[in-house]
């Protein structure tokens, strides 16, 4: 099926791996003769690519989704598409079926390379169509090879596996996303050299624990030697031209150290360590089925600043899962005054059907979490306000990404991952694309500033 003259609206929510699963959407979409537009109101087909982790971003879409119906009145030929983590639960999709009957076409994340074929049958066949067969182990082939429309210029995100075998028990992501799978080196070498030739420069390779990855390929490639065979692709076969390569989300309880001396060894490899905590407590780790007591945690992390004193760490944390005592709490409290995280993500703990902590009993108030959470983000506040000031005087190797923002000329991402103003850049030299040395001269609030110091590597 081609289709002319159609203009395709579409949204994606939640995490990188959903925006990856939107590009290779896009990039269908593409093919099969669809433009773009970001005015939905001028859109043929609107599709919105949901997001299941948490309450609110469901509750999101219902009301995106509710909202078309006006659109959908003035033009019937209107397409509206939900997909994704969301309606990949069958009691979301049915919801949504019954509740928007201008929904024309429902598929979940295993269905996402029939999009060309459910779409024909939506317009060919005039009916609304589901497709969430639930394939716990999905075929990986017919994910390799999709088309992929990517937005990101000079930054290119890659999947090097599907899935999450982990199971933790606030989490829904191995129910809508099935299970752990890797893609091949080969798989992953391609796209990268691909995007390379593109004049990409930093590449992130994703998974939901990418240092599992490689289980259940034959070949025995682990993570660590993955990232060592990225960082040793030559420059004559890429060019002459460099790139960067970072990686999330990493879980405690699988990174090693090899993992980190690796890491500390490499040329390309980013010096930023995505380490989702989620508790301070071992009590509540454990009920979360996390795999890692704090000292772990904390080993992992000394070891890290050992070996790369620079890095910059950062994490996510959970407030108010069930039966988080005020004690439990302080822990986490202690551990981010302990770790003093560069920054970190946090949420309240959000219900989600299906999982084992919705089983859980909560004796925690909700008016009791959310006191907890901004607690918790004023102690964040407190302990990684001045964490950029250990910078100053120092050198950092910063990708330019372009023009820069108030301050600085010039505006980037050192390979601690730390935002960079860049100032005293010589007239005329357009620095965009290139790494840079730069010199820090001061630290913001969320960013460096720092003299230009010379062009690095094309
Ligand atoms: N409630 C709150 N936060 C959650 N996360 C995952 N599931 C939930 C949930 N049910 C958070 C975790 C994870 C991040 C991506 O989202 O901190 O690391
Ligand atoms: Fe969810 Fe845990 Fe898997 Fe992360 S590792 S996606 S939190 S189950």
Not at 29 to 55: P, Q
Not at 63 to 90: F, S
Not at 414 to 433: A, F, Q, Y
């Amino acid at each position: 099926m081609r289709v002319k003259a159609k203009l395709a609206y579409t949204r994606t929510f939640g995490c990188r791996a959903n925006v990856a699963d939107g590009e290779r959407i896009n990039g269908m979409l593409a093919e099969i003769g669809y433009g773009f537009t970001r005015d939905i109101n001028s859109a043929d087909l609107i599709l919105f690519n949901t997001c299941a982790v948490r309450e609110n971003a469901e509750t999101r879409v219902f009301g995106n989704v509710g909202a078309l119906i006006h659109q959908k009145r003035r033009n019937p030929n209107l397409i509206i598409a939900v997909c994704g983590c969301m309606v990949q639960q069958e009691h979301i999709t049915e919801k949504l079926y019954k509740t928007f009957p201008f929904v024309d076409l429902i598929f979940g994340t295993h269905a996402l390379p029939k999009l060309p074929q459910l779409l024909e049958n939506v317009i060919q066949e005039k009916k609304r169509v589901v497709d969430i067969s639930d394939s716990k182990t999905p075929e990986m082939s017919d994910r390799e090879n999709l088309p992929i429309r990517r937005e990101g210029g000079l930054k290119a995100d890659v999947p090097i596996m599907y899935g999450c075998d982990n199971f933790c028990t606030y989490c829904v992501v191995p129910y809508v996303r099935g299970r752990e799978r890797s893609r091949t080196p080969d798989a992953v070498f391609n796209e990268i050299r691909g995007l390379i030739n593109d004049g990409v420069k930093e590449i992130m390779l994703l998974g939901q624990n990418v240092n599992s990855y490689g289980k259940g390929l034959t070949g025995n490639t682990s993570f660590a030697d993955l990232l060592r065979q990225i960082d040793g692709i030559k420059s004559e076969e890429i060019g002459g031209s460099d790139f960067r390569v970072s990686y999330m989300t990493s879980h405690p309880k699988d990174l090693s150290k090899e993992l980190i001396d690796v890491i500390a060894e490499s040329a390309r490899i980013s010096h930023h360590l995505h380490l989702p905590v989620q508790s301070g407590s071992d009590e509540v780790l454990r009920a979360m089925n996390r795999g890692y007591t704090i000292q772990q945690y904390t080993d992992i992390i000394n070891y890290a600043r050992f070996r790369i004193p620079r890095i910059s760490i950062t994490t996510d944390i959970i407030v108010g899962f069930p039966g988080e005592t005020r004690n439990d709490f302080d822990q986490t409290l202690d551990l981010i005054r302990k770790i003093r995280f560069d920054s970190a993500y946090t949420f309240i703990y959000s219900k989600r059907e299906g999982t084992k902590a919705a089983q859980m009993s909560d004796n925690v108030e909700a008016g009791e979490k959310s006191s907890r959470f901004n607690e918790m983000l004023a102690v964040l506040d407190e302990a990684s306000g001045s964490a950029y000031e250990r910078y100053i005087g120092k050198t950092l190797n910063v990708l330019c990404e372009g023009a820069g923002r108030a301050g600085g000329e010039f505006s980037g991402k050192s390979r601690e991952g730390v935002i960079t103003d860049i100032v005293n850049t010589p007239k005329d030299l357009d620095i965009t694309g290139k790494f840079v040395n730069i010199k820090v001269d001061k630290a913001l609030k969320w960013a460096v500033q720092g003299v230009f110091r010379g062009v690095f590597k094309k």
